[in-house]
């Protein structure tokens, strides 16, 4: 009895994720009648601020949409990117997670890279009221933490490899580098708040 209750629950999980999928394609192409998506689009997209808390956070996730990198998101690069989030597996959602950070797209994470995502991460938990058990610990007591676990050469970067391997290790890791495993939870946080305006 208790698998099957388990089942059902995985299935309405995936109903809502199909759910939340096609609402945002009605809304993409509403307010995208060109089928391109620019930054202050997206940001808008979900409710977020030009600057302030979640901006930050915003700009990265756009960058990990943009494949192409030409500074647009397609509707087939965002269909892309979500039904990752929603459905890939961990190494496919980690390989996404890193681009984030990557802000520069050297291939390489970097303290200051590492810095800026977690106080982003923390920014808008603090928004969303979703804070963790780690909230005591402080951005860079983080950061430290991250990359004495990660960076296996001791070079002061994190390549793709060690990123995935550290958090695949450690569960504390992965919670924190994850970017909470479901941007598009975070996405819906956003859209929810700002349909009261």
């Known amino acids: 009895m208790t698998d099957m209750g388990q089942t059902q629950q995985t299935e309405s999980t ?5 759910k939340i999928i096609q609402d945002m394609y009605k809304k993409f192409i509403l307010e995208c009648p060109s089928g391109l998506l620019f930054l202050h689009e997206f940001k808008r997209f979900f409710g977020v601020e030009a600057t302030g808390e979640a901006s930050d956070y915003a700009e990265n996730m756009f960058r990990a949409f943009d ?5 647009t998101i397609d509707f087939l690069e965002f269909v892309a990117a979500l039904n990752l989030v929603f459905r890939g597996d961990l190494e496919h959602k980690l390989r996404w997670s890193f681009k984030v950070y990557d802000k520069d797209g050297n ?41 004495a676990a990660v960076d296996t050469d001791g070079d002061g970067t994190v390549s793709m490899e060690e990123f995935i391997r550290g958090a695949q290790q450690d ?7 994850k970017l909470d ?3 598009a939870r975070w ?10 305006f």
């Open 67 to 71: 494949k192409n990198g030409d500074n």
């Open 171 to 177: 569960p504390w890791l992965l919670n924190i580098l």
């Open 187 to 196: 996405m819906m946080d956003q859209r929810r708040k700002s349909a009261h």
């Open 14 to 18: 995936e109903q809502i994720d199909i």
């Open 181 to 183: 495993m479901n941007p």
């Open 107 to 147: 291939g390489y994470v970097d303290r200051n890279e590492l810095r800026s995502i977690i106080d982003s991460i923390y920014r808008v938990k603090k928004i969303s009221k979703n804070n963790t058990s780690d909230s005591y610990l402080t951005v860079d007591e983080v950061v430290d933490r991250i990359l």
